[in-house]
């Protein structure tokens, strides 16, 4: 390895978070090597050494993460979070499979890819049912399907507007909730933090406004946010839950989740503890370089 | 709190003056106050700002 720092923390455009974050690493005199993933030039394959070996990605994009973590694992740097986590949580139907797979419980999913069996998947899960893009986030392209005409209008727009990904149709049952959601954050296999979103809106986003208020980390918030941190691979990660009328219901899972508006309410400093966790990595990743 | 701005630079659509607050680091979005613009801080020494890219189809979190 070369004189870089053993830490490297990738961003695009920066938000609060990543000011956090660096802050963060800076109070606790951590040396990392900041990186713009507009910049990076990654050559794939076994035949390069990554520059750092452990590489924290908080880029925006979800395209570049996937790409810069897959090549930075096999050149031997540990990614927080991992190729796997990232593939899992940026793709709705990844993320599907992973709770099925470990038995989190989660809003019955349908995925068609055409406007008419689409429109059969409706009728299936009854309605209304929600459609999301099966790429996408912040709430964006969330559609609410409310009758077979407006299924029919917004499928046949989603048809047309490009990516091959808007064809991917992923419908899931609309679960009623009481007017507000969850957003755990899950650092490791702990839960340090948690809030409730309230809003009117069917949609419950912090991005898109709303209500927040501190929730219990302990109890059965907790639990579940953790088990759906480890079903897709765990990290540093932002669970969002609903409550159903038989229990919780894990939404999705965030890899480079927000927390701006999640610290004062919770009175967690939710950025040292992701740091505290992140060089906690550092520190073995060099001592095993040590000791090899 | 009181904090000193870094020297000003101009608006590259609207030609308005604009500061950076001090903590600024390169990478970060301001808006410009007279024409609403998205700017992002490409380098503090000097201060250079140029239009930010559109929210790209894949960011998120």
Redesign the interface.
């Known amino acids: 390895m070369s004189n870089r720092a053993a830490l490297a923390v990738v961003?695009?455009?920066?938000r609060v978070e990543?000011?956090l974050i660096?802050a963060a690493l800076e109070a606790r005199g951590a040396a990392f090597e900041r990186v713009?993933d507009a910049a990076l030039q990654l050559e794939a394959g076994h035949a390069s050494e990554s520059p750092w070996p452990v590489v924290w990605n908080r880029s925006?994009?979800?395209?570049r993460t996937l790409y810069a973590t897959q090549i930075l694992e096999q050149q031997g740097a540990l990614c927080v979070n991992s190729a796997h986590v990232v593939g899992t949580c940026?793709d709705k139907a990844a993320t599907s499979l992973a709770f099925a797979a470990s038995g989190v419980p989660t809003p019955r999913t349908l995925v068609a890819f055409t406007v008419e069996s689409a429109l059969e998947a409706c009728e299936t899960l009854g309605y209304p049912c929600v459609l999301k893009p099966v790429?996408?986030?912040?709430g964006?392209l969330v559609a609410r399907l409310d009758s077979t005409s407006a299924a029919e209008a917004v499928l046949e727009d989603r048809a047309v507007l490009g990516?091959w990904q808007h064809s991917v149709f992923y419908l899931q049952e609309y679960v009623e909730k009481p007017g507000r959601d969850a957003r755990v954050f899950v650092v490791g296999d702990e839960c340090i933090a948690a809030i409730w979103r309230h809003s009117e809106h069917w949609i419950t986003n912090t991005?898109r406004g709303g209500r927040v208020e501190a929730a219990r980390t302990d109890g059965p918030l907790g639990e579940m946010a953790v088990r759906a941190a480890r079903a897709v691979g765990g990290g540093i990660l932002?669970v969002d839950l609903i409550e159903a009328a038989d229990g919780l219901q894990v939404l999705e899972v965030?890899?480079?989740?927000?927390f701006r508006n999640s610290i004062a309410p919770t009175g967690v400093d939710i950025p040292g503890a992701m740091a505290d966790w992140v060089l906690g990595r550092v520190a073995e990743r060099v001592a095993q370089e040590v000791f090899a | 709190m009181t904090s000193i701005s870094k020297p000003a630079a101009l608006c590259p659509v609207c030609e308005a003056s604009i500061d950076a607050p001090a903590?600024s680091?390169t990478?970060?979005?301001l808006a410009c106050a007279d024409c609403g613009a998205e700017l992002?801080i490409t380098s503090l020494a000097p201060l250079t700002l140029e239009e930010?890219?559109d929210v790209?189809?894949?960011?998120?979190?």
């Not at chain 2, 790209?56 to 979190?61: F, L, M």
């Open positions: 961003t695009s455009r920066l990543e000011k660096f713009d925006l994009s979800f395209g940026g790429v996408g986030s912040w964006r990516s991005a932002a965030n890899h480079s989740g927000e | 903590d680091i990478g970060e979005i992002e930010a890219p790209a189809e894949d960011w998120g979190e």
